[in-house]
């Protein structure tokens, strides 16, 4: 698989347990695998748009509940394999929600040296903005917001970083006047 951007497995990893750890501790209740997926795109891609680069560069496609990281899975496997988290499987209603956790282990904390602090930033504004959200509405959040996900022309497609810089706003009647105003004098309509 291409990579539009370098992946960098290792941070990928730190930021999954970093979420999963402050979603806990925030007693998120809505938080799981929908939310996890929409926090680390979030985070990716705000970084992308605020900073001139991903925090983690991870792949993200276009899925029915919105964006996914691709590599996510096999991730989660490889850090519960680590003894640094654990899966739970918590009943909601009809459903039952897999909800990564913290292992009790001291040393399954993630270790976030590696995230400079304009990094840091962005994931703490995503933890606080995505905070009121639970999966569905998460999920429901991500399809509204994402040009990329809106742009990707069926389910498995890789949404581009540069989608990042797209406004989903839709256009003032001042500024679609505007934009009408400027191709009349460019004779393009």
Request: hydrophobic share 40%; aromatic share 10%; no cysteine.
């Amino acid at each position: 698989m291409v990579r539009a951007v370098d992946f960098n497995r290792g941070k990928f990893k730190e930021l999954v347990v970093y979420l999963s750890a402050a979603s806990e501790r925030a007693a998120d209740e809505g938080f799981g695998m929908v939310k996890l997926n929409k926090l680390l795109y979030r985070a990716d891609f705000e970084a992308y748009r605020l900073l001139g680069h991903p925090i983690t560069g991870e792949a993200y496609e276009k899925q029915e509940f919105g964006p996914v990281a691709r590599d996510l899975p096999i991730v989660l496997d490889e850090l519960a394999a680590a003894g640094r988290l654990r899966w739970q499987s918590i009943p909601r209603g009809r459903h039952t929600r897999s909800v990564p956790t913290l292992s009790d282990d001291p040393d399954a904390v993630a270790d976030m040296s590696a995230f400079p602090a304009d990094e840091r930033t962005v994931i703490e504004n995503t933890l606080r903005e995505l905070a009121v959200y639970g999966g569905k509405g998460a999920s429901e959040w991500s399809h509204e917001e994402s040009a990329g996900w809106k742009a990707a022309p069926d389910y498995g497609h890789l949404i581009s970083y540069a989608s990042a810089v797209i406004s989903t706003e839709p256009f003032s009647k001042q500024d679609m006047d505007h934009v009408r105003a400027f191709l009349r004098e460019q004779s393009w309509a």
